[in-house]
């Protein structure tokens, strides 16, 4: 063999060999920071939640289907034995147990390793501190090189935000997450409203890819205002750019690539909601010859710290950031609940309706802190019900039916301890003659001193509302 023959068969070797580089198009944890570190082939870091790690997790979304078989992940030395559930382009798929510095294989359900668009990993143990280490993406036994999305430090101001501004603040366009946008605050449909990016230092954009609406569910997009045409760049050097009307990704390009510090997205027209006046925009990222990048935005930092303050040394404080299951479950009823300091939500409930049939629904979006009274604190939450209604009948397929709706509303919170016995015991009797019965039944077994005395010891709570209404409490 000659040199050059050599050489192109080493170059060939060399290039087979190498991994496939995809850079994510969100890396995104329900909370806690740095979870780039999970992809950064250093087990001495890694990423953790913040609080109680029951019930969160950390989303790798691609930027198109991706086939992939395998995901392994390290968990970190010193960290407890972990228990954690996979989501698969949002079907989950069984439950797996992590031990301490030890790497463990999850493999994608049969069928769709050629399509896979999402990966949420979420956990459900252990107790007290999870922590992953690493994080890393195999297609038939060679590895992908899986990449955290780029992201260039700025600032992002809006012309207006609709209140409340925790819960529609323009920083959302750049979370990762196509479940929280920026909302305009004017009457009308937005017209003329506009947000603005102050890089730290000047970029090169020749596109934007834009998530028009609010892409939460299909209820949310068609009920709210859409842009249907927008300005964007630099001072005059903004060009008029025509956007779809559709839910998902859309990129659009600029007529020529403009470099400056500063850019601004104007609303020149937009399409009316079916119910709603407010413009939402979901999700805004930038583009260079490199190709896609967002912008790292202190904001949603800042204003988790100054929840966080604010809760300090108040009973709805005890509560934040803990993960809550119901005081009396079932085999056919579970619900849980976790409110977060950096202002977001999720309940789960999973309901077994007969031997052929059960209903599993997600609820989850915003909350926001309405008054902070003794004993208790009201809170609204903005959010969307996704629910899985699954049944199954002989000799045929098991059918699966899903629906998504906008839902919220106001609910009360009051730690059990701070009610008192009397207080607690005559609200849960009003329960049980209503429609709550089945979720305070099992209160009324037993010694009532006793039971009382169990709910103090597990940090009880009860939550009243329209869009909950439970006692809840922290597992052991």
Avoid at 201 to 226: C, E, M
Avoid at 278 to 287: A, G, I, N, P, T
């Amino acid at each position: 063999m000659t040199l050059v023959a050599a050489a192109a068969t080493a170059a060939l070797i060399a290039t087979a060999a190498a991994p496939e580089t995809i850079t994510l198009a969100a890396l995104t944890p329900t909370s806690g920071e740095n979870a780039a570190a999970l992809l950064d082939g250093k087990p001495e870091t890694g990423w953790s939640p913040i609080g109680d790690p029951r019930a969160e997790g950390i989303l790798f979304r691609f930027e198109k289907n991706t086939a992939l078989n395998t995901v392994q992940v390290q968990a970190c030395p010193g960290a407890e034995e972990m228990r954690l559930v996979p989501t698969w382009n949002g079907a989950m798929s069984g439950l797996n147990f992590i031990k301490p510095g030890k790497v463990t294989s999850f493999s994608a359900p049969e069928g769709s390793s050629n399509a896979i668009r999402s990966i949420f990993l979420r956990f459900i143990a252990p107790t007290t501190r999870g922590c992953l280490a690493e994080v890393t993406f195999w297609r038939h036994g060679q590895r992908l090189d899986v990449r955290a999305p780029r992201s260039v430090p700025g600032k992002i101001t809006a012309s207006s935000i609709l209140t409340p501004k925790d819960a529609y603040h323009p920083a959302y366009l750049f979370d990762g997450r196509l479940d929280f946008g920026w909302v305009e605050g004017v009457d009308g449909p937005g017209v003329g409203e506009s947000v603005t990016v102050a890089f730290d230092q000047p970029v090169t954009v020749n596109a934007i890819d834009l998530w028009n609406g609010y892409q939460r569910s299909t209820d949310h997009f068609k009920k709210n205002a859409r842009a249907k045409r927008i300005s964007f760049g630099p001072g005059a050097q903004a060009a008029a750019l025509e956007v779809a009307d559709k839910m998902g990704e859309q990129t659009l390009a600029l007529p020529a690539p403009v470099t400056g510090g500063t850019f601004t997205l104007k609303v020149l027209d937009a399409i009316k909601g079916s119910v709603y006046q407010d413009l939402v925009l979901s999700e805004l990222r930038f583009r260079d010859a490199a190709g896609p990048f967002t912008v790292a935005t202190p904001d949603l930092a800042q204003r988790q710290a100054a929840l966080r303050k604010s809760l300090g040394g108040t009973p709805l404080g005890e509560v934040v950031d803990r993960f809550l299951s119901a005081s009396c479950p079932s085999e056919d009823d579970q619900r849980e609940l976790k409110l977060r300091s950096n202002n977001t939500f999720v309940s789960y409930e999973a309901l077994t309706i007969s031997e052929d049939s059960n209903s599993s629904q997600v609820f989850d979006g915003v909350w926001i802190l309405r008054t902070q009274g003794a004993p208790w604190a009201e809170l609204e939450l903005f959010g969307r019900r996704h629910q899985v209604e699954s049944s199954w009948a002989p000799y045929s397929e098991e059918t699966e039916k899903t629906t998504d709706r906008i839902a919220g509303g106001k609910i009360e919170v009051a730690r059990v301890a701070d009610l008192g016995p009397d207080a607690f015991w005559k609200l849960m009797k009003e329960w049980r003659g209503k429609g709550a019965k089945g979720r305070v039944d099992c209160l009324f077994q037993g010694n009532p001193e006793e039971r009382f005395q169990q709910l103090l010891s597990s940090g009880a709570v009860v939550v009243r509302g329209t869009a909950i209404t439970d006692v809840l409490s922290i597992p052991h």
